[in-house]
């Protein structure tokens, strides 16, 4: 439901209102338009997280700011943000944006690794070997989370600091 529309530039907008209301962007030439729009998703929840979810239409750059209740922050990030709030995600048919209450996140400490990665592909076998180097040893065991028929080998991390599952 849209709230309230904002900046229009470089085109006509046409809106319909009753059960089916819509809005139209119709471009005015070659210039690139802009529209800036407020407006409601209701929140959906799944076994993982509360969530929304919704159409984005075609030719749009995709950019959002996402405004959240106090007490309340973003599991997955929609894209990546500016540092100004505004968040560019790549461009897809639909959007989801998972969120919970800050109380129910758990606490992680943030852990300054690099990584270095090699793929080796042997037939219908690909052999992905990751490298870390910590700063520092982890409070808690880093998880992989295997794919359906995948296998963990080994790691260059001390055992206990690596728990695969799958």
């Not at 749009?60 to 309340?72: A, E, K």
């Not at 897809?92 to 300054?112: G, N, Q, T, W």
């Not at 910590?134 to 065991?141: A, F, Q, R, T, V």
């Amino acid at each position: 439901m849209i709230e309230r529309i904002g900046h229009v530039k470089g085109d006509s907008l046409l809106t319909r209102d009753g059960d089916e209301g819509s809005v139209l962007l119709l471009p005015d030439g070659g210039e690139p338009f802009q529209l800036e729009l407020e407006f409601l998703v209701p929140v959906r929840e799944d076994r993982d997280s509360w969530f929304i979810s919704f159409g984005i239409p075609r030719y749009l750059r995709n950019s959002l700011s996402l405004t959240l209740p106090d007490g309340v922050s973003v599991l997955e990030a929609p894209g990546i943000s500016n540092g100004d709030g505004i968040h560019h995600f790549p461009a897809s048919r639909s959007l989801k944006i998972r969120f919970a209450a800050e109380r129910d996140i758990p606490r992680v400490s943030i852990l300054e690794t690099d990584i270095f990665s090699r793929i080796r592909l042997q037939g219908q076998l690909a052999t992905v070997s990751s490298h870390f180097l910590l700063l520092e040893p982890p409070s808690s065991p880093f998880t992989v989370k295997l794919s359906p028929g995948a296998r963990y080998l080994s790691s260059s991390l001390k055992g206990s600091w690596v728990k695969a599952c799958g």
